[in-house]
């Protein structure tokens, strides 16, 4: 195909989104802060009369890439509306094992929060005809290693937790803290951490228990179900040594797509270790005034849930000397959209979690139930749903690109900032660990 061509195609494809956009206008759409506010309006009067159709089903299934020597662990194929089917990859760090090729599953986590925290605020706002001029979106955690290294048990995954949101729009300072209180009520993401919820995990073992599955081939391997099991040993020999390692903190930021009236909604740009920045992008729901063009923030989240399980259960299988032949992830959860409808506040928004591992391997069922209960307790993002996490919200409300913003960085943050962000460190060796950037909050480079 030559460059004529080609630009013919990219033209092609601009007029069809033109059209798009000017067949919402002319169906009297009302697009706010990129929210259909008709079709959310008449979904939910439609919801109210039956609350039967607030119960949903999200269903995530993954894969293990045991086939490859090299790239991505995990895998998952993740349903949009109108866009078809998008895979996802992910890759443990190094430090931990991993190849570091593709997004860590922790880090999917976090943008699937972010977008699902900016989409409900974007949306509550536009039903109080607030105008959002810009909607940037930060979230850190600060953790603790200890439990998931078997360093120490017990020891809370999760210090703290903190949203902050950089906004400008002509409301008040008042009216948009006002949105952000609203928001925490109705943002499902903001549900999921808050409450405690317990997954359902069972395990499915497809293969045969065999005599001799003590195979001494194994002892000693030093790569076993796509797992280095040296470099984590030293790792976690280097933690003990120095338990400050343990501590460390995640961070991702994206913004709400206010430039464009057509298309995913949310955009963050996620680093990787060895692969440089991916660009991922997540669309609301069309019964909740999104578009459907990407898959939804919460279908990224439940994504890095199976990811995280499944690296967390390679890994202790292959400390344990069991290789594994097979491992899928069926991750299915029931919901309830009363309160994401605002129809009413308070109502669980989680009625079941569960979770199905399907695995080949030649030892017994005993060892495998084993393996997965070691994975509950040492799993950040089991922890994140089993355990209620408050986080601290901030609005940061900015007033112009050159003026900064109008509340101070909370005092209790200082002196944290030596933490080593989870997802943004070059690694030479698992003893040097490198800062690639830093925390400090300037506005006019958001």
Known sequence: MGFGN??????????????????????????????????????????????????????????????LEYGPQFETRLKTE?????????????????????????????????????????????MEGIELKQLKIRVKGDLDFSSILNIEEKIPIVDHYQIELFIESDAS???????????????????????????????????????????????????????????????????????????????????????????????IKLPTETAGEITVQTDETIILGGGGTSFHPVALCIAGFSGDFATHFATLAGLHGIELKKLETHSKMHIDLTTGFGIQDGVSMIDDFEIELKVESNVPDEELIEILELTKKRTFCHYCYSTPVFPDVFVRKIISKEEKQLTEEPAHLLGKKEVTPINLIHIDDPHNIKVKIGRDIIIKEL
Request: proline share 1%.
């Open 6 to 67: 080609f630009n013919d195609v990219l033209k092609k494809l601009a007029d069809r989104i033109e059209e798009k956009v000017s067949n919402l206008a002319a169906s009297n759409h009302i697009l706010l802060n990129r929210i259909d506010l008709k079709g959310f309006k008449e979904v939910m009067d439609q919801y109210m009369k039956n609350r039967d159709l607030c119960k949903k089903t999200l269903e995530v299934k993954g894969i293990w890439r045991l086939d």
């Open 82 to 126: 109108r866009a078809g089917e998008i895979t996802i990859q992910m890759d443990e760090l190094t430090l931990f094992g991993g190849g570091g090729t593709a997004l860590h599953p922790i880090s999917l986590c976090m943008a699937g929060f972010c977008g699902c925290y900016s989409a409900a605020y974007a949306k509550w706002a536009a």
């Open 173 to 267: 300072y008042e009216e948009l803290y006002r949105i952000s209180e609203i928001t925490k009520r109705r943002c499902f993401c903001y549900y999921c951490i808050s409450t405690s919820t317990i997954p359902k995990v069972t395990l499915k073992n497809e293969g045969k228990a065999s005599l001799n599955h003590n195979d001494s081939n194994l002892k000693g391997k030093k790569i076993l179900n796509r797992i280095n099991l040296e470099t984590y040993k030293d790792t976690v020999d280097v933690f003990k040594q120095d338990r400050s390692l343990c501590k460390r903190f995640i961070e991702a930021e994206g913004r709400w797509r206010l430039n464009v009236q057509y298309g995913p909604q949310f955009e």
